[in-house]
């Protein structure tokens, strides 16, 4: 009854080599999100899809972008991963709207940069 | 969004209660406290959120000082799979989130 999904749980790639990430759920929740979280310390957001509207936090940066085709599926693009890259990055949903909607995450993909 | 402050780390002894304590003294009328863990090399875990009143839940208890610049996150019986980072955040939205620091609670047997 998994609710989160991503895969793979691992993924390595070449510096500089395009990789993405993916991220689907079985809850039909409207938000979607993407966290980096880097080895020892607080996930950090990178940016969140309320239904198609796109949400990119300010900090973020270019190097990473964002698709989500549909309510079920989201994708993590990194177009040249840098070393600093290597982290966890965490995908999660929560319902439409509101204040008192939880979110719910995914087990995360590690990914390593060689 | 409000920042806010968390013991870097606590233990607690199994089946004892785990009183985790975060201060957000900036934070507005309008956004709520949420508390998430996070079992190591796992996704975080929605525990409890409330705005100004007191919280409980299966997992834990919320209680929030009245002039909420501070609340406590309250695990009854620690259980050694409570052993977590445990993270409060503030939110407007309940949309976007910005993890703080967070405190790694260790329940030792």
């Known amino acids: 009854d998994a609710m989160v999904i991503q895969n793979p749980r691992y993924q390595v790639t070449q510096f500089g080599k395009p990789v993405t990430l993916s991220c689907s759920q079985t809850?039909?929740?409207?938000?979607m999100y993407w966290y980096q979280q880097k080895s020892s310390q607080a996930p950090k957001l990178l940016f969140h899809y309320y239904d198609k509207d796109f949400n990119n936090e300010a900090d973020t940066p270019d190097n990473f972008q964002s698709r989500r085709p549909n309510t079920s599926f989201c994708f993590l693009d990194i177009r040249s991963p840098g070393l600093g890259d290597a982290a966890m990055y965490l995908c999660a949903t929560s319902r439409k709207g509101g204040v008192i909607y939880e979110q719910y995450f995914g087990p995360g993909t590690r990914l390593t940069v060689t | 969004d409000a920042k806010t402050t968390q013991p870097t780390s606590m233990d607690c002894a199994e089946g004892r209660a785990a009183n985790l304590p975060c201060n957000h003294s900036?934070?507005?009328?309008?956004?709520?406290v949420y508390w998430y863990r996070q079992i190591h090399s796992q996704g975080p875990q929605y525990i409890i959120h409330g705005l100004k009143n007191n919280e409980t839940n299966e997992m834990a208890s919320l209680i929030i000082t009245e002039d909420r610049k501070s609340s406590t996150l309250i695990l009854p019986h620690a259980t050694l799979r409570d052993t977590a980072v445990y993270y409060c955040?503030?939110?407007?939205?309940?949309?976007?989130?910005?993890f703080g620091t967070g405190t790694s609670l260790t329940v030792i047997p």
């Open positions: 955040i503030v939110s407007n939205t309940g949309n976007q989130f910005y």
């Open positions: 809850l039909n929740h409207n938000v």
């Open positions: 900036t934070i507005s009328g309008n956004e709520y």
